[in-house]
């Protein structure tokens, strides 16, 4: 391991966007499923 | 202890018998009509051909001998484990061999072997014209080589088997059996075409050994595994 | 059902500590110590696979406790856990190359942990599309518990043959050095990451238990085993 490697702020950005998105997108289909009843067939 | 051991060595004897009987049953379809065998060897065969169009030159295509092999068996173990279990659920067949006084082990036991000896056939007719397609002739010994085919076969089998027992009874099963499959062999291919390059390049460091051990030791774990799903499997939707 | 679900409790304090860890993770963290900030990654990706490998093995628990007892509680765990566990997976390896491209140059390298969490990936999503191709709910639930029980399995086995496959390659691997005041950032994004996996987990059975219901309208006595 070489140690400094500089001006790659763009892949933590990236990783933490990444993140959050993935994240917070499964949280609100998790919020959606959960409020939508299942058809009623019986 | 001694009267549990009795009782072990019968349930264990039992189970071999039942096994044999299976396997019997499995291999007698297959001796009557052919047809599935010559159809997976023909699908292997087709692959190998392609493969060797897919590599540029025959340098390439020597080193990637073994591992065209594998692929194309992996490939042909897929259709043939699907149809295995196609003949059996045409007419309820398997149901009724759960219905009967056999153990669930024992169909695994016998139909993962049959699988496996087919598997084993296609790749004893297959290897000796993919070495000469690809322009190869094994460094190493033809026993060893003959050995990486059975103990390949056999890992694709059990694990194959089981899972081809649960596609077939849900919809889509030619896509399915893949997906699942593919992930759980991957020790299995690796080791079955690392093994069979070193037998048939020149093996420097003496590896090949090693990665039959390995293949052995894959056995040993998905055998009794398998065995073990295969019944809850079986029986599961039969309620 | 009770008007309290303890999950939601379990979520807002998930959200606050998230919120906090991240913040520290960003900003407060020495991070250009060591190697630079990209070393930032390490805080998500880490966590990440820490979660993932968690999920799994409790998706593996409920399988096996469910090929024991046949109770439909624990197939709507392993439906749960399991999809939660490839959003994690998904996740740790999208971090993972977003780490590798800056420090290794490379979006992917056949290494064994790499090569064996793509194939527990690959294994999971299998059985998240077994699950939706097998209509009959006991079928769908043995057949999964078995298919579970064989992937997980499968982990180590792939993990070792890797090892062994690439002995001739090098192997990569994290800084061992880490600072304690790192470890404290890790430690607390580990933990948002678990309380998240755990409101995510109980919200996803939830909704399994709804739509297991809703499949077998006349209820099953609880002892039909598979």
Known sequence: MNGIIEGQTIFVVAAYVVTWLTLGGYAASLLIRGNKRPPEDS | ?239 | MKSFKWENAVGVFALLLFAVAQYMALFTAPAERHMSEVVRILFVHVPAAWIALVTFTLAFIGATGFLITGRRGLDWFVEASTEVGVVMTTLLITLGSLFAKPTWNVWWVWEPRLTSTATMLLSFVGILVLRSTVRDADRRAVFSAAATILSFVNVPIVYFSVRWWVTVHQIQSSPATVDPDMVFVLRANAFAFLFIAIWMIAKRWRIAKMRGLAETAPPLPPEVTA
């Open chain 2, 1 to 239: 202890m001694d009267g549990l051991f009795t009782l072990i060595v019968s349930y264990l004897r039992q189970l071999a018998r039942q096994s044999v009987h299976v396997y019997r049953k499995d291999m007698l379809v297959e001796w009557r009509s052919p047809s599935r065998f010559l159809g997976v060897l023909f699908f292997a065969f087709a692959l190998i051909f392609m493969v060797a169009f897919a590599s540029n030159t025959t340098d390439v295509m020597r080193r990637q001998a073994g591992g065209s092999i594998w692929i194309g068996l992996l490939l042909a173990s897929t259709r043939s484990l699907d149809q295995s279990f196609a003949a059996e659920m045409e007419h309820g067949a398997l149901e009724g061999q759960v219905l009967w006084p056999v153990a669930p082990p024992a169909i695994f036991f016998g139909k993962a072997f049959a699988n496996a000896s087919i598997l084993f056939v296609v790749g004893l007719v297959l290897t000796p014209f993919a070495l000469a397609l690809f322009d190869v002739t094994p460094r190493g010994s033809l026993l060893e080589l003959g050995a990486f085919l059975f103990f390949g076969s056999t890992a694709l089998a059990a694990p194959g088997t089981l899972l081809t027992a649960i596609t077939s009874q849900a919809r889509g099963s030619s896509v399915l059996l893949p997906l699942l499959m593919f992930p759980l062999v991957v020790p299995i291919l690796m080791a079955a075409a690392k093994g069979t390059s070193l037998v048939l390049l020149p093996d420097v460091m003496d590896q090949s050994t090693a990665w039959l051990v390995a293949l052995i030791v894959f056995n040993v774990i998905h055998w009794p595994l398998s065995a073990l799903l295969f019944g809850p499997v079986v029986e599961g939707g039969t309620h």
